[in-house]
């Protein structure tokens, strides 16, 4: 335990001038427009002295309390993390001169300043998110460096209000560590201990007697008595695994219908990342800007993909992703619960849905756990392919050397680069490709090659239309490569298997490649490919010399075609109708559209190919290629981090599930 230093409550202004001498700017509570938001602070009379705020399902009320203390109001509107990972940050500013561009990165100094009335809550709040931005192949480095030039004044609650339920997320009320100065504020002064040299620096000038027995006495009873009037309203043993089992649960569909998608939950919670990014750019289109911006997984667009289609349409499945992410996935993403028991989500909805309510009427702690949909965690069980090993934030630029149509909607740039981790990149891997005043998304590689790499794409909106759109000699900025690629070496001694829809062949053409290259290496290689016409099929002339050779069997069908058409016309599983072999000893590398890998997995699995030697590679709204935001979840995976390539054993169900 900390030595413990007494501040009269007079002298709480020697404090703030200490806080600022070095020209840190003080953050603490305020009022404004009825609430307690926290904000810049001149001096403690800015503090909400003799304020305290009643909470309820939906309801926020503040009310004097006659006294002076200045952190009775519980918690503020707002959250801590305004600062640490603001709504808006500017990323890159990139221009075009003719086929040249440049692509920057905006590096913003962090503001040195000084949190004062952090709540145990809160200083969780800031652990949880600092683990989760700090995560992946790149991080936040933004996030990073604001957190890292905060100093962390805390203070324990004197008083608890009725939506708090931070004891069942060992969060608080105690202040047990991990700030620089920890308050416990008495009606004469505080108790102030030291967490840190940074808080001792700041202390040490002050000249502060020790805290008497007494003094600290009365902030250890005064904190145990907040615990107890909070109890353990959300058993939280075995809840993580308790959420999982219930994903179908009926509740589900009862509170999407009382919940406006209003995402003001994910708003005022301390720990929510989600963002999205915009781009600004002149009328011209030669200068812009890329900015990331506050998002949340309760939007509609925040699940839509390319062509439109959306794997979370419905508000109930944009709920139980929520509830779920908060107090189950997030444990195989980050080790820790989302959620912190502030209670802000409850008195901030509209319409009260209180979320202890709502994880007790769906995981009662009586219920049994019940079987795990994905049995792996990403930290656990990972494949051969490792995760990219370059800068993933940089950017590179490479020239188009030449680009070649492969169907209507759909052509193949050949890159030229001598970076080397982009030569050095694997089957399966991916870019963020981008082009200024356009959106930058994420593309498979079509082929490695000594000089560069070639990209498949199809146009699908805007930023694809501009890049298929592209002539030789033009110039696009790569981030990567990125990503966890195919496990070829895994197949080595096996059969092959491999299984494309329609652009689903580009991902899989380096895959191909490797195991002709080393074709004795193998057992038999089996080519399954299917398109939405005949003239969608990719790469014919490559493919057609595949087919002729003796030691590779292809197979080709086409969901609908004419006359003109002599082939199989059907779906790609009914390719395997007449297949003789047996897939016990086969490894498949599957891509396409994600209704057909899951009729896929479902035919291999009937032919005896183990889930484990079955690999998919995800493609879903990859938007920041690093894990950091949130678009591209699928139950504890974040699909640019932990995949794209995955195994169906890792999946499990969480694949075939709809609305995950």
């Not at 904000?39 to 909470?55: C, I, K, R, V």
């Not at 740039?413 to 200024?436: H, I, S, Y």
């Not at 599983?573 to 072999?581: E, S, Y």
């Amino acid at each position: 335990m900390p030595a413990a230093y007494f501040l009269p409550r007079a002298e709480l202004d020697r404090l703030f001038e200490a806080l600022a001498v070095d020209g840190r700017r003080i953050i603490g509570p305020t009022i404004a427009d009825g609430a307690v938001v926290y904000d810049e602070l001149d001096s403690p009379a800015g503090l909400p002295h003799g304020w305290m705020a009643d909470t309820a399902p939906g309801s926020y009320r503040l009310r004097s309390t006659g006294g002076e203390r200045a952190f009775d109001y519980v918690v503020a509107l707002t959250s801590w993390k305004r600062f640490t990972h603001p709504s808006l940050v500017p990323l890159t500013r990139s221009r075009r001169d003719g086929d040249q561009i440049v692509v920057e990165p905006i590096r913003e100094d962090a503001p040195k300043l000084a949190f004062v009335g952090v709540r145990a809550c809160e200083l969780a709040a800031l652990n949880i998110q600092e683990r989760a931005m700090r995560a992946g192949p790149a991080g936040d480095p933004d996030h990073a460096a604001r957190r890292d030039a905060a100093l962390i004044v805390a203070v324990e609650c004197a008083a608890a209000t009725s939506t708090c339920f931070c004891t069942s997320m060992a969060s608080g009320p105690e202040v047990d560590g991990g700030a620089d100065l920890m308050l416990s504020e008495l009606d004469d002064g505080f108790v102030v201990r030291v967490g840190s040299e940074a808080g001792a620096g700041v202390v040490g000038p002050l000249g502060l007697r020790v805290a008497s027995p007494d003094a600290v006495d009365r902030a250890g009873t005064q904190v145990a008595a907040v615990r107890a009037a909070i109890g353990d309203p959300v058993p939280g043993d075995g809840l993580p695994e308790r959420l999982r089992a219930a994903l179908d649960h009926p509740h589900w569909a009862q509170v999407a219908e009382r919940c406006l998608a209003c995402a003001n939950c994910t708003l005022v919670c301390p720990t929510c990342f989600c963002t999205s990014v915009g781009v600004a750019s002149d009328l011209d289109g030669l200068d812009a800007t890329t900015e990331r911006s506050w998002d949340s997984c309760f939007s509609l667009g925040f699940g839509r993909v390319a062509g439109d289609a959306n794997f979370r349409p419905k508000v109930r499945d944009r709920y139980r992703q929520w509830l779920t992410h908060k107090f189950s996935t997030w444990w195989d993403q980050f080790g820790s619960s989302g959620c912190v028991g502030c209670g802000r989500c409850i008195a901030w909805c509209p319409v009260g849905i209180d979320v202890r309510a709502e994880l007790v009427a769906i995981a009662p702690a009586t219920a049994p756990a019940g079987p795990i949909p994905w049995p792996l965690s990403p930290a656990e069980g990972r494949a051969p392919a490792a995760l990219a090993t370059a800068a993933p934030a940089r950017h590179v630029i490479a020239t188009v050397r030449s680009v070649m149509p492969e169907t209507v909607d759909s052509a193949t740039l050949r890159l030229v680069t001598t970076d080397e981790a982009l030569l050095g990149a694997r089957p399966g891997q991916f870019v963020m490709v981008e082009q200024p005043a356009f959106a930058t998304p994420p593309i498979s590689i079509s082929r490695i090659r000594p000089d560069g790499l070639d990209l498949t794409i199809r146009s699908a909106g805007a930023a694809t239309a501009v890049l298929t759109g592209l002539a030789a000699g033009a110039q696009v900025a790569l981030r990567g490569p990125l990503g966890r690629g195919w496990p070829v070496e895994a197949a080595i001694g096996r059969d092959v298997v491999i299984v494309a829809g329609g652009i689903g062949l580009a991902p899989l053409r380096p895959v191909i490649e490797a195991v002709l290259a080393e074709r004795p290496r193998f057992g038999a290689v089996r080519l399954y490919l299917g398109a939405r016409t005949p003239h969608d099929r990719l790469f014919v002339a490559e493919m057609g010399e595949i087919a002729g050779r003796a030691d590779v069997e292809v197979a080709e069908i086409v969901d609908r075609a004419g006359p003109e058409w002599l082939g199989r016309v059907g779906i790609v599983t009914q390719l395997f109708d007449q297949a003789k072999w047996d897939g016990s000893r086969a490894t498949a590398f599957v891509c396409g559209p994600e209704r057909m890998m899951q009729a896929t997995v479902a035919t291999l699995k009937g032919r005896g190919v183990d889930p484990a030697a079955m690999w998919l590679t995800l493609e879903r709204n990859m938007a920041c290629g690093v894990g950091t935001c949130g678009h591209c979840q699928l139950g504890p995976f974040f699909v640019c981090r932990d995949g794209p390539v995955f195994s169906v054993a890792e999946l499990g169900t969480a694949f075939a599930r709809e609305g995950l």
